[in-house]
């Protein structure tokens, strides 16, 4: 069955730390994956995603990502952290089941950001 | 680039009530829309999708008579909550692919935040 796996429910770090994300997923193909970021009480935004090619994808907001086929991982990873940084973040994978290509969720990771 | 728009973005209503959520692209064509619901400190749960023109599919154990979608246009598609309770107070996202995206172009609503007291 398709799933996506966040092994890490809260991470904090400190201000200009550097952050890396985990996201693992189990699907049957090549996987279509996307990270989206949600501040309380919004919508999601996404900010970035991998279909094919370059297997390190930027995104928006200075966040880059890294697919591993061979670890089945597509972990989001940040250089310098900003406090505005600070929101939920969501790993999903796309399901070619059907028509209507659903999102596969992980439960999500909250960050924390200290000064 | 596209945009999405969800109103209301917070609602109050009484136990019994019917409430009605809308989600409109504002510039673009969405032939799918899907709804969410999140718990809080959450995922997104996908209760329904929704094709133009067509009934909305649901996933399994969401009540399609409580959690009434309709997508009558390529711009608008509506989630009622009928007989509102306050176990359905909840966040409701939903999201919008446009027609001339790549196969996972969706963009989100903001969300509507809705009370049932």
């Known amino acids: 069955a398709q799933s996506v796996t966040q092994p890490d429910i809260h991470i904090t770090v400190s201000e200009g730390a550097s952050l890396e994300l985990r996201c693992n997923y189990s699907y049957g193909a090549t996987p279509y994956l996307f990270w989206y970021v949600q501040s309380p009480g919004q919508g999601l935004q996404l900010l970035l995603k991998?279909?094919?090619?370059d297997t390190l994808v930027q995104g928006i907001k200075g966040f880059e990502a890294e697919f591993k086929r061979s670890q089945s991982s597509f972990n989001l990873r940040k250089p310098s952290v900003h406090w505005s940084d600070a929101a939920e973040y969501f790993c999903a994978v796309g399901s070619n089941a059907g028509n209507n290509r659903k999102l596969i969720w992980g439960l999500g990771t909250s960050l924390a950001v200290n000064p | 680039g596209a945009v999405v728009s969800q109103h209301p973005s917070r609602v109050i209503c009484k136990s019994g009530t019917s409430v009605k959520i809308e989600c409109r692209s504002l510039?673009?064509?969405?032939?799918?829309m899907f709804w969410y619901r999140q718990f809080p400190k959450q995922s997104l749960m996908l209760m329904a999708t929704?094709?133009?023109?067509?009934?909305?599919?649901?996933e399994q154990g969401v009540e399609k008579d409580k959690f009434l979608i309709n997508h009558a246009s390529l711009t608008l598609s509506t989630l009622t909550v009928t007989s509102a309770h306050p176990e359905d107070s909840s966040f409701y996202i939903c999201?919008?692919?446009?027609?001339?995206?790549?196969?996972?172009?969706?963009?989100f609503g903001s969300g509507t935040r809705l009370t049932v007291v």
């Open positions: 999201s919008a692919r446009d027609q001339r995206s790549t196969p996972y172009g969706y963009t």
């Open positions: 929704s094709n133009e023109g067509s009934k909305a599919t649901y």
């Open positions: 991998y279909f094919s090619g």
């Open positions: 510039d673009f064509q969405a032939t799918t």
